[in-house]
């Protein structure tokens, strides 16, 4: 996690504030050539993964098993934290709740409970193998376009259609023109049936 992104006063907690005896934080030297997240993640000694929730670091850590601690700081993050919340593969701390011991109990929880863990793990073996899978299917595209070229059965008709029809904007203004059609008809026909009814009145009360 980048801690250079969070307040100063939230970004020194990172730095030995956390209290885990048990647990060994590993920074990294501005002067050190800097290892791959995947790199990372995939270290058997990495037991926990404190991540801001981005969708590329809650990949990695599912793809290898870690429990989290989400500190999730805007727009897709809140929901990615929320959702590995909800699937029990780490604990959630909101930005405006971080301090000493919230992040604490976070590490403590993400590191004790087996659940988050054996969860953790699952996940893992279902993704064992996909991205092998993904980078062959997309060499066998890459490949069989550039041997058959524009391939117009791949090519969706939709690119041919007008911003009309696009955004169906023609359905929606003839549905539109229907809905006032009945409005109107509704509206002649009540003035209609309050005319007679008044004329029928009147006449009545002539009489």
Not at 27 to 35: A, G, I, S, T, V
Not at 119 to 140: F, H, I, M, Q
């Amino acid at each position: 996690m980048d801690v250079e992104g969070f307040p100063k006063d939230q970004s020194v907690l990172f730095y030995g504030s956390a209290g885990v005896s048990h647990c060994q934080r590993v920074w990294h030297p501005e002067n050190f050539p800097c290892r791959t997240k995947n790199g990372i993640s995939a270290d058997k000694r990495v037991s926990l993964f404190i991540t801001h929730a981005g969708m590329n670091s809650v990949l990695e850590a599912t793809q290898f098993g870690k429990p989290m601690v989400a500190i999730p700081l805007f727009s897709d993050q809140i929901r990615n934290a929320k959702t590995v919340k909800r699937r029990g593969l780490a604990v959630m701390i909101s930005r405006s709740d971080l301090n000493k011991d919230t992040l604490t109990a976070a590490i403590r929880k993400a590191l004790s409970d087996s659940t988050i863990a054996h969860k953790a793990a699952k996940v893992a073996s279902y993704l064992d193998g996909r991205p092998a899978l993904a980078r062959n299917e997309t060499a066998k595209w890459v490949r069989l376009v550039a041997e058959e070229g524009l391939m117009d059965h791949l090519i969706l008709q939709s690119r041919n259609m007008s911003f009309i029809q696009y955004y169906n904007i023609d359905v929606f203004a003839y549905l539109l023109a229907q809905l006032i059609l009945v409005l109107w008809l509704l509206l002649q026909v009540g003035r209609l049936i309050l005319c007679k009814s008044a004329a029928l009145f009147k006449k009545g009360k002539v009489e």
